[in-house]
């Protein structure tokens, strides 16, 4: 069946270093894909999205990377930071969204 | 503030309790959704409303029973939950149900502790 995971649990990272979390999706009918953080105590927020006829796309520190032969999604953050200690979730959809379990990054001063 | 507000943000309620769980949403969208997050797993999907119609319901036990008045205002209604409900339930909107995404808009959830 559908279905979208990834491929690390946990991510630490040093402040100041880039970061990359992986996802992998199943469904090659999918055509829109997106990357949530969820910080804690909150609902996931919209980070960044790319549909299937792009295969980058890049925002304020933030990149994402869509391989669609294989099937991977990765989001890029550049100079991680504390802030960015978080839950993140990666998202496809073609009629409604299936959400990953989720990779928790860790920024270590 | 994103936009979907949901009240309340905590509950601790006994198995034989009733209560409420209130969203709301000022974007305008159409389509209004309940999620549950329990620890270590995926965002459950449990209920879609397109423009206040039901237009899925995945198998949720009818201990769980949603309501949707208007396309701004989304309840669930519990009763008689197991301890194993206890979750963090997420309320999101979009602009419309299918076709073309905008991504959905979460609330920041209900954190729900069944005792």
């Known amino acids: 069946g559908e279905s979208v995971g990834l491929h690390l649990p946990t991510l630490s990272v040093q402040e100041g270093d880039n970061s990359i979390i992986n996802c992998a999706y199943s469904n090659s009918a999918s055509d829109y894909f997106i990357w949530y953080k969820q910080e804690s105590g909150k609902g996931p927020q919209f980070i960044i999205d790319?549909?299937?006829?792009?295969d980058k796309r890049q925002g304020q520190r933030v990149t994402v990377l869509l391989n669609k032969t294989v099937k991977h999604l990765s989001l890029q953050i550049a100079a991680t930071q504390p802030g960015d200690s978080a839950v993140y979730f990666c998202a496809e959809g073609y009629n409604k969204l299936i959400f990953g379990a989720g990779t928790r990054l860790a920024v270590h001063p | 503030e994103t936009g979907v507000t949901q009240t309340p943000r905590h509950l601790v309620m006994g198995m034989t309790n009733k209560k409420s769980l209130k969203c709301e949403q000022h974007?305008?969208?159409?389509?209004m959704y309940w999620y549950k997050q329990s620890a270590k797993k995926p965002l459950e999907l449990m209920f879609v409303?397109?423009?206040?119609?039901?237009?899925e319901n995945n198998s949720v036990p009818s201990r769980f029973s949603p309501e949707c008045p208007n396309s701004s205002h989304l309840f669930l209604h519990l009763h008689t939950l197991q301890p194993e409900d206890s979750a963090l339930y997420l309320c999101?909107?979009?602009?419309?149900?299918?076709?073309?995404?905008?991504?959905?808009?979460f609330g920041s959830g209900t954190r729900l502790t069944v005792v």
């Open positions: 409303y397109s423009l206040e119609e039901r237009v």
């Open positions: 974007l305008g969208h159409n389509a």
């Open positions: 999101a909107s979009s602009p419309t149900e299918t076709g073309e995404h905008y991504g959905y808009t």
């Open positions: 790319i549909r299937s006829n792009m």
